[in-house]
């Protein structure tokens, strides 16, 4: 079985925390980030989250999440997609998704090509 190693290194540059949007939090992510930060939901609602309807996200800051100084201030209590980002599923069916997110992220091994990179992901995810 692959390694994630094998197809992706985090370089923690931070460009996935950065743009117009973050990702959507499902009530576990939630419930993790206010047990990181040991603050009363409430608290963690007004300050680092914008709520739309039935969508929860975090806040955007100066261009990127409310969470981005040099790195995620809050790492061990992220989303499930930002701990998942960039190897999403989407990538084994659309080589453009692969190549957007491989030009956006240091951390894609690009020398793979997008066909080693669909089988070493195919087998990480245990899917081969």
Known sequence: MSEQSEIFVCQGCGHCCHGKATVSLDKADI????????????????????ISGAIVQMKIVD????????????????????????????????????????????????DLGYEEFCRKFSDYLGKS
Not at 31 to 50: D, I, N, T
Not at 64 to 80: L, S, V
């Open 63 to 110: 261009g990127h999440c409310i969470f981005y100084k040099d790195g995620c201030t809050i790492h061990p209590g992220k989303p499930w997609r930002c701990s998942e980002w960039p190897l999403h599923p989407s990538i084994l069916t659309d080589e453009a998704n692969f190549s957007a997110i491989s030009e956006s992220c240091a951390g894609i091994k690009k």
């Open 31 to 50: 419930e993790r980030m206010v047990s990181f930060l040991k603050l009363p939901f409430e608290q963690v609602k007004e300050k680092y989250l914008r």
